[in-house]
Each structure stands twice: as C-alpha cells, then as structure tokens.
C-alpha cells in the first residue's frame, strides 16, 4: 500500500472536494434563484459526496500507517502531511506528497469560503422571508385575540398588507 496509495488517495480526496466545490457554486445559484427543488437535488448529491469523502478519509488514514510500517515506525501515529514528508527520502516522492498537500489545503481553503457564503446568503434570504411575512400579516409581537366585531373600531388595527374591507 505505502506512499503511493497515500499520494493516490489524497488526490481521489482532492477530486471529491473539488466536486463538492462545483455543488457549492450550484447551490449558491439555487439559492439565489430561490428554486428549493434544485437545492435540495444538490444536498442529495453533496450528501453522498461527504459519505465518499469519509470513506476516503479511512483509507487515507491506512495507507499512512502502511506507509509507517514500511518506514520503520511500528506504532499508529496520527501525523501531519508536513511530518510525513520528513520521512520520504525519495526527493520526487518527497515533491508528490508536498504539492498534493498543497493543493488539497488550497481546495479545502475555497470550499470553506464557498460554504461560507452560502450560509450567509441562506441568512439573508430567511431574514427576507421573515421580513417580508411581517408586512403581509402584521408584526408578531401583536396581540392576537378574538373580538367582538361591534367593538372592532375601538381596538387598535393590525396593520396588515391586505385591505379586507375593499
């Protein structure tokens, strides 16, 4: 398994998140258009990509302490991509595993801001919603009890978007 199994996974996970990066952009642009059936699409497909990811974490997490056996190293250290490339003596193994580290660190680093921005804009679209429920049907914080229609005109009005009485 060794070195070569750790670099290929590596580059597998940098694949997925790079898909998950395009599902960001799609879901950025269903949030915008405010078209929920393409969201929740793009959270079915996001969702199988993050079980992929798992299951690419755990073998990457094999192919580390097979490589730690080839080296040497008997126990299951968790180390960084950083530490383990102090271990490979191979100089072009050595540039492999440090530009796949690289890489995988500069996608990681835009699927965050992507996801970032997309919590806010889905922030923003539920604060319009809320606010544009407040004009239809009046502020919350009102009062709301039965009363009598005779004595209607002496209450105080909800205000409201609609003129019921037309």
Known sequence: ???????????RLDETHLQMLDLAAAKKQAIMD??????????NQESKLVKLVGQLEEQRTQATYAFLQEVGIRSNLNLTLTELSRLVFDPEDK???LHIQDQLAHTLD??????????????????????????????PNQDITYQHPANRDNAARR??????RG
């Not at 398994?1 to 580059?11: K, N, Q, S």
């Not at 699927?111 to 544009?132: M, V």
């Open 1 to 11: 398994m060794g070195l070569t199994a750790l670099i290929e996974f590596l580059e």
């Open 34 to 43: 405010n078209k929920v059936e393409g969201l929740i699409e793009i959270l």
């Open 159 to 164: 205000p409201g978007f609609f003129d019921a």
């Open 110 to 139: 835009r699927l965050k801001k992507a996801n970032e921005l997309n919590q806010r804009l889905i922030e923003q679209s539920l604060a319009f919603i809320d606010y544009s429920l407040d004009l239809l049907v009046g502020r």
């Open 95 to 97: 540039a492999k595993l």
